[in-house]
């Protein structure tokens, strides 16, 4: 799956979200996938309504939307909801990694 990083809507998505996203992207059902390009095409619905609207606009059912948010390591759907939208909209990728040098080996990052 690719992303295009410049469309707005995707702008609108956390960093983590995506990653999570492009993890799980290919190992989808078919319902799982048309929930998740919904929420890339119209994340603010997705984080603003509930799941019964959301499964009707996305063309799947509640449980699907709960599946997909286990299957992406949410705890539950509320928590898929939480993390899609950037709390701010100047969220940059470098405060991710902050306190973290090139050459820090696997543990130390763990750490951080």
Do not use: W
């Not at 995707?10 to 999570?20: A, G, M, S, V």
Request: aromatic share 8%.
């Amino acid at each position: 799956m690719t992303v295009d990083l410049s469309d707005p809507q995707i702008q609108k998505i956390t960093y983590q979200c995506l990653l999570r996203i492009q993890s799980v992207y290919d190992s989808l059902k078919s319902a799982e996938r048309r929930a998740v390009d919904f929420l890339m095409t119209d994340p603010e619905f997705l984080a603003k309504n509930s799941i019964v609207e959301v499964a009707v606009r996305a063309g799947c059912s509640e449980a699907t939307l709960v599946r997909l948010s286990y299957r992406m390591g949410f705890g539950s759907y509320s928590d898929l909801k939480a993390a899609v939208l950037k709390e701010d909209a100047t969220e940059n990728l470098e405060c991710l990694y902050e306190g973290i040098e090139e050459h820090d080996d696997a543990p130390t990052v763990m750490g951080r």
